[in-house]
């Protein structure tokens, strides 16, 4: 299979690393943490002018209309950036929702204000695989309309949204969500507990107690499939920011051990320590083959074919997130748990990621039972 860029996507992933280097260097990074929002408007916007908020928006709606690969690019630059920003949550899984599900009056309504930069949207879904259990969030008819109940944990960018879109269940059996509604924080009954993940990102547990919404606030009619999909692109998203994270770390730890001498010379040159350095690359090489092909499948019509590509690239992501990012800070030696080093801010991230979407465990059972049943 040909994994190599057209001269397009090439040039996408340069301009993107371009302005990483040149305007989000650990130094603005650090500031821009250390304000009020948790993440630069200025950026925001700078996104928008470079094309990636509008990457998922169809191009009939004046969005660029990229898909797996453009996304796979994006994210992977912005993940060697340490990027806060809610492109993730917003430009990949709440865009992509909303183009899948929304009616036409909706889509025209948000999407061009998502592509400027003018409205942030997220997703409040439990996205790990549901292994069986219940739904978060329920949905019950009441009236005209329906009253959600229920509550997911750690919400990334949930602070920052001027809109919430929430799967829900309204099936009786409570398993799997078939319903998007768009609601605000201000509606009557929404109660958001801001924390800080572990990899310095705004997020909050969302809880709804019987909070009524209209008829005209459901996104869409039947979203089982269109939010399956969804959650699948934003899984490959995740992988492929991961593998940014994955590889900036091992470029750090190499410089490292070049600049840093002991016992008369750089102790990059110990055989033991080059040794564990060719590990991390191999463990990055294995997860970015299976990334590559979880993007080649994640829009596939085929859920059990998308599914299975996607959580064997996860379990493998998440097997070099937790090599990669431990050797990363043991060959930097004390200094690796440092704030003021960067590559301490790199394992967070990778610690982060390893859960994010679900486990590698949770994705190894999902795998398992796909081939159980070919």
């Given amino acids: 299979m040909d994994f190599s860029f057209t001269d397009e996507q090439q040039l996408l992933l340069d301009s993107i690393r371009r302005y990483i280097g040149d305007h989000y260097g ?3 990074r650090r500031k821009i943490l250390a304000g009020p929002d948790g993440y630069s408007r200025a950026v925001w916007q ?5 094309g990636l908020l509008g990457l998922n928006v169809p191009a009939a709606a004046g969005g660029m209309g990229g898909g797996a690969v453009e996304t796979l690019l994006m994210a992977s630059a912005l993940g060697e950036g340490l990027v806060v920003e ?12 909303i183009a899948a599900l929304g009616s036409a009056a909706q889509q025209e309504s948000w999407l061009p204000r998502l592509s400027a930069g003018e409205m942030i949207a997220v997703l409040v879904h439990d996205l790990a695989p549901s292994g069986g259990r219940a739904s978060a969030i329920r949905a019950t008819a009441h009236g005209n309309g329906w009253l959600l109940s229920g509550r997911v944990p750690v919400v990334y960018h949930a602070p920052l949204a001027d809109l919430l879109l929430v799967a829900a269940c309204t099936a009786a059996d409570g398993r799997q969500p078939d319903a998007l509604f768009a609601i605000t924080h201000q509606r009557p ?7 800080t993940t572990v990899d310095a990102q705004v997020a909050a547990d969302v809880e709804f107690a019987a909070v009524s919404v209209d008829a005209d606030m459901r996104v869409g009619g039947d979203a089982v499939a269109g939010l399956a999909a969804t959650v699948d692109f934003g899984l490959m998203t995740l992988c492929a920011e991961t593998l940014g994270v994955l590889d900036k770390s091992l470029a750090l730890t190499v410089e490292y051990t070049r600049t840093r ?3 008369g010379g750089p102790i990059g040159r110990f055989q033991a320590l080059q040794h564990r350095m060719v590990d991390m690359y191999t463990h990055i090489e294995q997860a970015r083959s299976l990334v590559y092909l979880a993007a080649s499948r994640c829009e596939s019509a085929d859920a059990a074919e998308r599914e299975s590509a996607l959580s064997a690239a996860k379990v493998l992501v998440s097997d070099a997130a937790r090599y990669v990012g431990q050797q990363a800070v043991q060959l930097h030696g004390g200094m690796g748990v440092a704030d003021e080093v960067s590559v301490s801010h790199y394992f967070k991230r990778l610690l982060a990621a390893e859960l994010r979407f679900g486990s590698g465990d949770a994705h190894l059972d999902r795998y398992a039972g796909h081939m159980l049943r070919n």
């Avoid at 700078?46 to 470079?50: K, N, Q, T």
């Avoid at 809610?86 to 929702?97: C, E, G, M, Q």
């Fill in 26 to 28: 650990f130094d603005q």
């Fill in 261 to 263: 001498h002991q016992f």
């Fill in 189 to 195: 009954g929404v109660t958001l507990s801001s924390c």
């Fill in 46 to 50: 700078d996104f928008a002018g470079l």
């Fill in 86 to 97: 809610p492109y993730l949550s917003s430009a990949v899984l709440a865009t992509r929702a």
